[in-house]
Structure formats: structure tokens, C-alpha cells
């Protein structure tokens, strides 16, 4: 079984900043895809960035230019790395990892979710 574990929300003022983490575990998995979504009370989640194998990332129109996503493959992790922060940033933010796990006869490509972290931008 895969668990996802986010760390770095938090309180920050107007144009602070946060770094997210998502620490991935289990045995035999390959991360493929990294990707960040945020929830606002009321509101649908939203996917903010995404970050494949090859390094190709994606953002959010809202978050382009202020948010960087990255990964660790060695340490099976990502990070989402926010900038210039904003109050309608504030929302509970989701890791999710789309891991390949290798089973011995076959391989099997999974989405998994973390339980998400609050980040709260207010002066």
C-alpha cells in the first residue's frame, strides 16, 4: 500500500511564501506523475500543477509564475513551491501521485491521494 504524507502549510501574510512537501512510501513504485489540487471552502478542487517523468509541468493560470512544482525521485517526493502569495490562495492543499507499482508478475498504475495541508494567507 502507497501512503502520501503532505507537509509545509501553514500561515503566511500576503506575499509570503510556503513550500509543500509529499513524501511518498511503500515498495517497489515509481512515481509518474506528481500533482498538487487545492480546495477552498465551497468550492470544487481544483489541480493548481502537475509534473511528469520527463520534468514537463503544468500550472494553473491563477498560480503560473508564482508557483513551482518539483520532485524528488530519489526520495519519492514533491514539492510545490508558492510564491507571492495571495488570500484566495488560502485552501486545504491535496498531493496526489500516480504511481506505477511493481507486482512480480505484473505492474500496476494506481492514483493516490495525501489527506492535505492548510494554507491560510491572511495579514
Known amino acids: 500500500q502507497v501512503q502520501l504524507v503532505e507537509s509545509g502549510g501553514g500561515l503566511v501574510q500576503p506575499g509570503g511564501s510556503l513550500r509543500l512537501s509529499c513524501a511518498a512510501s511503500g515498495s517497489a513504485i515509481t512515481i509518474d506523475k506528481w500533482r498538487w489540487y487545492r480546495q477552498a ?7 493548481v500543477a502537475v509534473i ?3 520534468e514537463d509541468r503544468k500550472y ?14 530519489a526520495k519519492n517526493t514533491g514539492h510545490l513551491q508558492m510564491n507571492s502569495l495571495r488570500p484566495e490562495d488560502t485552501a486545504r492543499y491535496y498531493c496526489n501521485a500516480q504511481v ?22 491572511s495579514s
Not at 41 to 47: F, I, S, T, V, W
Open 52 to 54: 511528469d517523468k520527463d
Open 41 to 47: 471552502p465551497g468550492k470544487e478542487r481544483e489541480l
Open 60 to 73: 494553473d493560470n491563477s498560480v503560473r509564475g508564482r508557483f513551482t512544482i518539483s520532485r524528488d525521485n
Open 100 to 121: 506505477e507499482i511493481d507486482y512480480p508478475d505484473f505492474v500496476s498504475t494506481q492514483d493516490f491521494w495525501g489527506r492535505g495541508t492548510q494554507v491560510t494567507v
